[in-house]
């Protein structure tokens, strides 16, 4: 984007931001569903990153008791005095790694073979896919938690993580059915998702500081700062309601809003 964004493109980034990072309904269809709704062009670097760091603050509050564990099980045991406890905080960690390692490996095939530039009409047939997915409802219900996950378990979402880098597959849907899909509660499948999305968002904002290198784009500080508010705030609210959907199984709720969305897309990708 060439020039300053206002601070009203702020605010609604921000607000856009914090619902579609966690909420399960894609955010890449949304900035492509916004860009046709307001003629919007892309949005400047480092304004991308600073709602990156928000919305990562607001995981991070969420499962800080997690966090905290899963630090203080490390460093005890490279003093050499981890206990029962403690190795079982490091399970968590490395069934993480080993995730996020098959979501690297996904992802870059998937970049190797698929256009670089997603059409409209691709990007809304992926969001009817991501409505299709929060519709799975296991018969047997599930018991597995993030401390019992097996390794197998968590390359399974590792791998359907991805799946979710393409747009229009929203990251948190795909993840959380996986879990759940592979053995996990719904709560524990909301929990291993979300820390799962700690190093997805570091990756992403990493990357993105990468690109942001040279970009001589200006963004105000206001515009930063409201931005970025806007994004924690009502990434704070959609991730506690999140958690409260998939407490009470109702994630298919976002399927229907899913399709309306995809038809629109479908509409304008005509036009």
């Not at 984007?1 to 609604?12: A, D, H, K, P, R």
Request: glycine share 8%; charged share 10%.
């Amino acid at each position: 984007m060439t020039g300053s964004l206002t601070l009203f493109e702020s605010v609604f980034l921000g607000i856009v931001q914090g619902l579609t990072e966690f909420l399960p309904v894609s955010s890449s269809g949304h900035l492509v569903l916004a860009r046709h709704l307001f003629d919007m062009p892309q949005v400047p670097l480092l304004f991308d990153v600073t709602l990156h760091v928000a919305t990562l603050i607001v995981v991070l509050f969420f499962y800080r008791l997690y966090v905290w564990n899963i630090a203080r099980a490390l460093f005890a045991f490279l003093k050499g005095r981890a206990d029962k406890d403690d190795y079982g905080y490091l399970r968590i960690l490395l069934n993480l790694f080993l995730a996020t390692c098959a979501t690297v490996a996904v992802a870059l095939v998937l970049r190797k073979i698929l256009p670089e530039k997603e059409s409209v009409s691709q990007v809304a047939v992926l969001m009817y896919v991501t409505a299709a997915l929060l519709l799975y409802k296991p018969v047997v219900k599930k018991e597995g938690t993030v401390h019992g996950m097996r390794v197998s378990q968590a390359l399974i979402v590792g791998v359907a993580q991805g799946f979710g880098t393409l747009a229009g597959i929203s990251r948190s849907g795909v993840t959380i059915t996986a879990s759940y899909a592979a053995g996990l509660a719904r709560t524990e499948a909301g929990t291993f998702s979300f820390l799962l999305s700690i190093p997805a968002i570091l990756g992403a904002l990493v990357l993105t500081l990468v690109s942001a290198c040279g970009e001589s784009a200006s963004v105000s500080t206001p515009a930063l700062f409201i931005g970025s508010i806007s994004a924690a705030i009502v990434g704070f609210f959609s991730l506690k309601m999140l958690l409260w959907v998939i407490e009470k199984a109702k994630l298919w709720y976002f399927s229907i809003y899913l399709v309306c969305a995809s038809t629109l897309l479908l509409l304008f990708a005509q036009s």
